[in-house]
Nanobody, 124 residues
Framework: QVQLVESGGGLVQAGGSLSLSCTAS????????MGWFRQAPGKEREFVAS????????GYADSVKGRFTISRDNARNTVYLQMNSLKPEDTAVYYC?????????????????WGQGTQVTVSS
């Protein structure tokens, strides 16, 4: 059974930075793409960023491009999301996710496993 455990959320002022981590277990980590999604109160869960199994390909939502960076350490079975220049509209529960492919996971329908989520709150 695949398990994803996130950490690193918290409260930060607008313009600040936070880093999220997600450690996976239960299958060969480097064979699968990983992604980050988020869900704000009253809104649908949305794609944030994705990275291929090798780490060679990344993709971002337009709303975070240039501010967020996704990376992974396959030796540690861990994927990261570095969030800079945070805005109040980035406030949400952030979820780590993975699917069945190695290239990317950029839609909720492609997700097979979710983490428990970690709260990110950006104050203005």
């Amino acid at each position: 059974q695949v398990q994803l455990v996130e950490s690193g959320g918290g409260l930060v002022q607008a313009g600040g930075s936070l880093s999220l981590s997600c450690t996976a277990s239960g299958r060969t980590f480097s064979s699968y793409a990983m992604g980050w999604f988020r869900q704000a109160p009253g809104k649908e869960r949305e794609f944030v960023a994705s990275i291929s199994g090798s780490g060679g390909y990344t993709g971002y939502a337009d709303s975070v491009k240039g501010r967020f960076t996704i990376s992974r350490d396959n030796a540690r079975n861990t994927v990261y999301l570095q969030m800079n220049s945070l805005k109040p509209e980035d406030t949400a529960v952030y979820y780590c996710a993975t699917g069945g492919g190695s290239f990317g996971v950029a839609a909720t329908r492609a997700v097979a496993y979710w983490g428990q989520g970690t709260q990110v709150t950006v104050s203005s």
